[in-house]
T-cell receptor
Framework: ELKVEQNPLFLSMQEGKNYTIYCNYS?????LYWYRQDPGKSLESLFV?????AVKQEGRLMASLDTKARLSTLHITAAVHDLSATYFC????????????FGKGTRLSVIA | NAGVTQTPKFQVLKTGQSMTLQCAQD?????MSWYRQDPGMGLRLIHY???????DQGEVPNGYNVSRSTTEDFPLRLLSAAPSQTSVYFC??????????????FGPGTRLTVL
């Protein structure tokens, strides 16, 4: 059974600081997805990582995938208040269109 | 394109009532799914479908029924609502192809309260 664990689950960080959110998963997969959810809103796709070593960047966010370690990271550079949201990672088992399994999410709060 | 649409946005039910949450997509996606989101639980898969006429159970299917008569629509039926079904429900869709990946697009959600 595929399990996905994120840590930390809650993160309060100061503006301008850097931090990393971790996403570990339990079975072999080379497809990992990051989503953002603002309070009371739906999920918005941030990154799709499709192979070992994949790195994607958008603004102050950078995501990477290490399939050998079964680990993805979401790195936040010089945080700003607008990045406050809940971030989810999700994995499928790469054998076709199987359901995504989501982590529990990391609630990020960026404070001045 | 409207993307993935859900109705209603909000609903209050009494215990024992039944209702259908509607989901539609206009992206010609074969794959559709329903999740529920509860505080501290992340998203949990209820049911999913890989095409018209094909559905399967997810992690938490009890108390819910689905059908997929067209590619566009994937309604979720609550048979006899219980307070434990109070949640936010999201519908999502994606392409289905051997070489594709499973980036799902989410609807705006339905916030359901069962009294």
């Amino acid at each position: 059974e595929l399990k996905v664990e994120q840590n930390p689950l809650f993160l309060s960080m100061q503006e301008g600081k850097n931090y990393t959110i971790y996403c570990n998963y339990s079975t072999t997969s080379d497809r990992l997805y990051w989503y953002r959810q603002d309070p009371g809103k739906s999920l918005e796709s941030l990154f799709v990582l499709l192979s070992n070593g994949a790195v994607k960047q958008e603004g102050r966010l950078m995501a990477s995938l290490d399939t050998k370690a079964r680990l993805s990271t979401l790195h936040i550079t010089a945080a700003v208040h607008d990045l406050s949201a809940t971030y989810f990672c999700a994995v499928d088992n790469s054998s076709g269109n199987t359901p995504l399994v989501f982590g529990k999410g990391t609630r990020l709060s960026v404070i001045a | 394109n409207a993307g993935v649409t859900q109705t209603p946005k909000f609903q209050v039910l009494k215990t024992g009532q039944s209702m259908t949450l509607q989901c539609a997509q206009d992206m010609n996606h074969e794959y559709m799914s329903w999740y529920r989101q509860d505080p501290g639980m992340g998203l949990r898969l209820i049911h999913y479908s890989v095409g018209a006429g094909i559905t399967d159970q997810g992690e938490v299917p009890n108390g819910y029924n689905v059908s997929r008569s067209t590619t566009e629509d994937f309604p979720l039926r609550l048979l006899s609502a219980a307070p434990s079904q109070t949640s936010v429900y999201f519908c999502a869709s994606s392409r289905l192809a051997e070489s594709s990946y499973n980036e799902q697009f989410f609807g705006p959600g339905t916030r359901l309260t069962v009294l």
